[in-house]
């Protein structure tokens, strides 16, 4: 009966084999010689060889026992992975462009060679979503044994940008209306938002165009947020002044041959305080 051994590839070798029992003959004219090209107990080599008993009686016939030691290392063993890396989460502002993502590359060892295969490269942008990385590693055997590093990449938008905010008006506005009015209608361009991500809502307004106002100042406020509640405001003044005209906001002081003229301008800022010095002649 043949004799097969399966070692595992590395096994030190040669290997010990033996069998039992030996084979033996018996013959009508003893005596029976023997001669065996190997012994129960011989080392073997991953191989096949035959083994052959021959048997003589002492008139030379022969007979022969042949039976085959194989010797056969197979490779069951994956290759052994080293720095797998782990999940990689990624923030990036809304709007931005896919993000380079850099890890270390794991690898792997076995007794013989190995090849691999990545589903993805590092240094490689990724898109908004779930990724799955995965690297194969396979040994040399005949079917190959293979090991896999698989890991996650996670790349996922934040939104910290306001809304943009346009037409407001920042100069404010100045109604100057006659002495016991009591008040006027004054009107704008109202401002409006866009947001990258879509949305941009106006959520409050002190005052709208077309709104009554008394005399007097007023901060005038839009409030504008997105879908992650990033807020904008727009805000700016109406001053209401009662009055024939400019001259009756003039102050005058007289002393001797100067005049200083102290008018108030509502122009830009609530308030500008312009000194005019008039020199008389004599």
Avoid at 151 to 177: A, H, K, Y
Avoid at 195 to 201: E, P
Wanted: charged share 20%; with cysteine.
């Amino acid at each position: 009966m043949d004799i097969t051994r399966i070692i595992e590839r590395g096994t030190a070798t040669p290997l010990v084999i033996t069998w039992d029992p030996e084979p033996f003959a018996n013959d009508l004219n003893p005596p029976v010689t023997l001669v065996a090209s190997h012994d129960s107990g011989d080392l073997f080599d991953i191989s096949t060889t035959t083994v052959v008993y021959t048997f003589r009686d002492r008139f030379e016939n022969a007979a022969n026992c042949t039976f085959v030691v194989d010797i056969i290392a197979v490779d069951r063993v994956p290759p052994e992975v080293f720095g797998c890396p782990e999940d990689i989460n990624r923030e990036i502002e809304l709007g931005s462009a896919d993000p380079i993502i850099f890890w270390v590359e794991p690898f792997a060892t076995d007794l013989g060679e190995v090849t691999t295969v990545r589903s993805h490269e590092p240094i490689t942008p990724f898109p908004v979503g779930i990724t799955q990385v995965i690297y194969t590693f396979s040994d040399d055997a005949s079917p190959p044994n293979t090991s896999p590093c698989r890991f996650l990449v996670t790349v996922t938008t934040v939104d910290t940008i306001p809304p943009d905010i346009s037409n407001c008006p920042e100069e404010g506005f100045r109604e100057l209306i006659e002495l016991g009015t009591q008040g006027v209608v004054i009107t704008w361009t109202e401002p409006s938002a866009t947001d990258i991500s879509g949305t941009a809502r106006l959520i409050a307004s002190t005052r709208r165009s077309g709104d009554f106002f008394q005399p007097g100042t007023e901060v005038v406020t839009y409030t504008y947020s997105d879908a992650s509640n990033n807020m904008a405001t727009c805000t700016f003044i109406i001053v209401v002044i009662e009055g024939t005209n400019k001259m009756d906001l003039t102050t005058m002081f007289v002393s001797h041959t100067s005049i200083i003229l102290a008018v108030f301008f509502c122009c830009k800022s609530l308030a500008d305080l312009e000194t005019i010095e008039l020199s008389s002649k004599p």
